[in-house]
């Protein structure tokens, strides 16, 4: 396609309708896994895996997904991934129905599904770095990272009202027709970029996704298996792989997996940081606030899921605002208090959990959230991949997406270990001296709790919501150090006017010449 018949808006549109589906498939599964278990009559160690396959096949190929968009053009791996991902959904709705153990279909079905998320993720964003102009990437950038915060956020919500009123399967078909529009979409409206041609590093594939695989793979089950020696090696055989995978990257002469001059420019380094914590602290604290709503309240899973509704209202309605804010101020005026709003929101919920608390007061930190979300995954978003140049688009898609999703990884391994820490001690001490209940306990008979645990219960949750509140903190210092984008020379941007050449291997990825705003 001619770079003067690229129209950059409807692509966008059109790649963020398959990016919002999968997004939203990494929580919507959270409010079903009580009905997948009775529907499916199975462990809640299995049902468990419902959420563990997909995530691990979504996290651990993202480095490699997003070279190969680069390798092979990003529209073609979307769109690989997008019918991947589409039949994959149907499957997992058809678990139950076909032959073999219904648990053991859907649990193989989201494994698969995670692989499709993982061609698709890297290429819209990559999409987007290589059609729009710099100067107006920023607000592109924003919108991509509203979806991907309005995605963590609606999620549960839209899989409250489909598990209540259609049955669990309904959270798989309702992306089957979402898929095939997205589809149509796609081949219509997004470009066929040029490729790049690139020695592809075998050797750096290999490391990456056994160090990927062995880290997330034990930090997801670590709180299952109670930390014991073979999950810790695991996470430290992942560590001690990963960092053999960065040495073969530096010493690598020929083109590596992961370049690691990426790094060189601050605000990349710096977004990487900001959104890794806050990927943690998304998807963390919605775990103790759920068990709150439904223990402690007695609300359903839909009710439950409505509660956050606000967080999805203002980053929907503010999330436009503050896109034509990222291309003409500073990133750190817009993430910096996006960030700091967030934290707030959680300290409010730390400090306002309990158990006679009117509901209505509870959707006032969900409305700062919102507030604070809408100004922060935009911005962050937008700042990471602003400076890099159109060949390394999908390597720095890929490590940011990469970070994220380790992140909320790390987030759910730690936040189950604290949560489980936290009722063990706290409704111990509310119990008959002399009575043992353990986190697991605790946890998987909550929703039949006792007026006189209710508080204890309420306490552990509160004490949890601290972790999250702390970490995204890690989010704010990192934007606080963000610098004024440099900007590419207009002809170097494929679609932003003529093709002036592609920046070599190797060459550092902040633009020569920055552009005056």
């Not at 710099?134 to 609606?154: D, E």
């Not at 990487?272 to 609300?299: D, H, K």
């Not at 409505?306 to 003409?328: E, Y």
Request: proline residues 7%.
């Amino acid at each position: 396609m001619d770079n003067k018949e690229i129209r950059p808006w409807p692509a966008l549109w059109a790649l963020v309708i398959g990016f919002f589906m999968i997004l939203i498939d990494t929580t919507i599964v959270s409010v079903a896994n009580p009905s997948i278990q009775e529907g499916l009559d199975t462990s809640t160690d299995n049902v468990i895996w419902v959420t563990s396959a997909y995530l691990l096949t979504y996290a651990v190929p993202l480095l490699v997904t997003g070279r190969l968009g680069d390798r092979f053009g990003p529209k073609r791996i979307y769109l690989i991934g997008l019918t991947v991902f589409t039949l994959a959904s149907l499957w997992c709705g058809l678990a139950d129905a076909l032959p073999g153990s219904g648990i053991a279909n859907l649990i193989v079905a989201r494994a698969v599904q995670g692989l499709g998320a993982a061609l698709m993720t890297p290429q819209t964003m990559a999409v987007i770095t290589r059609i729009f102009p710099p100067h107006k990437r920023g607000s592109a950038m924003a919108l991509w990272g509203a979806t991907a915060g309005v995605a963590t956020l609606v999620g549960p919500i839209l899989g409250g009202v489909l598990v209540d009123g259609l049955g669990w399967e309904w959270i798989f078909f309702v992306n089957v027709p979402i898929g095939i529009v997205a589809f149509i979409l796609a081949t219509a409206l997004v470009p066929t970029l040029p490729t790049h041609t690139h020695s592809f590093d075998w050797l750096g594939v290999g490391l990456s996704a056994l160090g990927m695989f062995l880290l997330v793979f034990g930090l997801q089950e670590g709180n299952t298996y109670d930390w014991n020696g073979w999950v810790w090696a695991s996470v430290i055989g992942g560590v001690v792989v990963l960092a053999l995978f960065v040495l073969w990257q530096r010493v690598n002469r020929k083109e590596p997996l992961l370049p690691l001059g990426l790094f060189s420019d601050r605000n990349f380094s710096l977004a990487n940081t900001a959104i890794s914590a806050v990927g943690f602290s998304i998807t963390a604290m919605f775990i103790p606030l759920i068990y709150f709503f439904q223990a402690v309240r007695g609300m359903t899973p839909t009710e439950s899921a409505l509660m956050s509704a606000p967080i999805a209202v203002f980053s929907l309605v503010l999330a436009p605002i503050a896109g034509r804010l990222a291309d003409r101020v500073h990133p750190r005026i817009l993430a910096l208090p996006g960030v700091l709003l967030v934290s707030a929101a959680m300290w409010l919920y730390v400090v306002m959990l309990s158990p006679p608390i009117a509901w209505g007061w509870l959707l006032v930190p969900a409305g700062v959230l919102g507030l604070g979300s809408a100004f922060m995954w935009g911005p962050i978003a937008s700042t990471a991949n602003r400076n890099l140049p159109p060949r390394q688009a999908g390597a720095g898609s890929g490590v940011f997406n990469t970070t994220r999703q380790v992140g909320a990884v790390v987030g759910s391994a730690a936040l189950a270990a604290l949560m489980t820490g936290r009722i063990t001690s706290d409704l111990t001490s509310a119990l008959p001296a002399g009575t043992k209940l353990s986190g697991g306990e605790a946890a998987l008979g909550s929703s039949a709790l006792p007026d006189m645990l209710k508080a204890p219960f309420t306490d552990a949750m509160s004490e949890t919501m601290i972790l999250p509140a702390v970490v995204v903190l890690v989010a704010a210092v990192a934007v606080a150090f963000f610098v004024k984008p440099h900007f590419m020379r207009e002809g170097e941007v494929e679609g932003g006017g003529a093709d002036a050449g592609e920046a070599p291997a190797g060459a550092p990825t902040t633009a020569p010449t920055p552009a005056a705003e």
